[in-house]
């Protein structure tokens, strides 16, 4: 998976303040980990290789940019679109 700056990700600009999650499991499956928060409404999702429920999500709402939870200086951010982990 390719990595990029966060600058060079046209994505970036749809999100402003990061939205505190509503709590940590997934909203559909209530999967306690790894979950993923989006960064345009902070609903909070399942990862691939549970359920997918945060990428159902981002296709379902066209919110491009996720954040894994929990949210730490650890925590990798990803676009969809851009299909990168953002620096």
């Known amino acids: 998976m390719a990595t990029i700056p966060r600058a060079d990700c046209p ?3 749809t ?3 990061a939205p505190a ?3 940590s499991a997934c909203a559909e499956c209530a999967a306690p980990a790894p979950t993923r928060v989006c960064l345009t409404c902070g609903h909070v999702g399942c990862c691939d ?3 997918g429920h945060a990428t159902a999500h ?3 709402s066209g919110h491009p940019i996720i954040r894994s ?4 200086t650890g925590s990798f951010t990803w676009c969809y679109e851009c299909k990168a982990y953002l620096q």
């Open 11 to 13: 994505h970036i600009s």
């Open 58 to 60: 981002a296709q379902a």
């Open 21 to 23: 999650p509503a709590n």
């Open 69 to 72: 939870l929990p949210l730490s």
């Open 15 to 17: 999100v402003s303040d």
């Open 49 to 51: 290789s549970t359920r």
